[in-house]
């Protein structure tokens, strides 16, 4: 935690801002035990504020040195403001100046992560005594997201095609349109993996370089704010040896060896 300088500012007043920290706090610190080398344009200050009309979302004001994240919700929810944010800080973790289906994908795959990982956390060690029971909400959440998720899906095609996932990041990848719920049905498929294989999460760092367009190379030049497209050829060229194995499989499972 004492990598980043975070300032909440997401309600009026101090104590739910205080209290909201709690949870901002713990996903912060997993994701430094999960990518130790950090984000790719290292650790800034970290505002996290309110939007109700545009949030959730990512700011980054030009020519300012700071990651700002704007969370949209109205009341304090430990499960939503978790969800929302990690989604917002793997975009950080990528490079918050690259936008593409593929950062999207992986943020909802870390989104779910978070709230399993807080569940299992807070039901084992609470943070304190008016959260003892809180950790429910974490899986009652991502339960509720999944459940009307699936609610839109053709369940027989989606059980019996094992190409199911590849169909889908196939029309992610041709721009087509994929509505949220598919979009957290793919990530749900490939959190198993990346569960499976802790070193999996070093990926992100690595996934804004690996675009086309790729960012700046100058990691000062902040202004930069692109759409791109992953080049798993260029990714899979640039993983560590120890990410192999699972590189290999992630690959398989999405069929991104076709793109290469």
Not at 50 to 66: A, H, I
């Amino acid at each position: 935690m004492e990598k980043w300088n975070i300032k909440c500012n997401v309600f009026a007043g101090n104590e739910k801002n205080e209290k909201l920290m709690i949870v901002i706090k713990d996903i912060v610190e997993e994701f430094d035990r999960l990518i130790p080398a950090g984000p790719p344009l290292g650790f800034k200050t970290l505002e996290i504020v309110n939007d109700e009309v545009s949030g959730p979302t990512f700011y980054w004001p030009k020519g300012q040195d700071f990651y700002k994240i704007a969370l949209n919700i109205s009341d304090l929810n430990y499960n939503q403001a978790a969800f929302q944010f990690t989604q917002e800080l793997c975009r950080i973790y990528c490079d918050p100046r690259m936008r593409s289906w593929f950062i999207q994908l992986l943020s909802h795959v870390c989104a779910l992560y978070s709230l399993e990982y807080l569940s299992q956390k807070w039901s084992e060690n609470p943070p304190n005594e008016e959260l003892v029971e809180y950790w429910y909400n974490f899986d009652s959440y991502k339960s509720n997201l999944l459940g009307a998720a699936f609610s839109k899906v053709d369940i027989v095609k989606y059980q019996v095609a094992n190409e199911w996932v590849q169909y889908q990041v196939n029309k992610l990848r041709r721009k087509d349109k994929v509505n949220r719920g598919k979009l957290l049905i793919i990530a749900y498929e490939l959190l198993p993996m990346f569960k499976k294989n802790v070193e999996s999460w070093q990926m992100l760092p690595f996934i804004g370089k690996c675009s086309v367009t790729p960012p700046p190379s100058d990691p000062k030049d902040i202004v930069a704010d692109r759409d791109t497209e992953p080049d798993f050829e260029k990714l899979i060229g640039q993983l560590p040896e120890l990410m192999m194995e699972f590189a290999n499989k992630f690959y398989d499972k999405i069929g991104a060896r076709e793109y290469i």
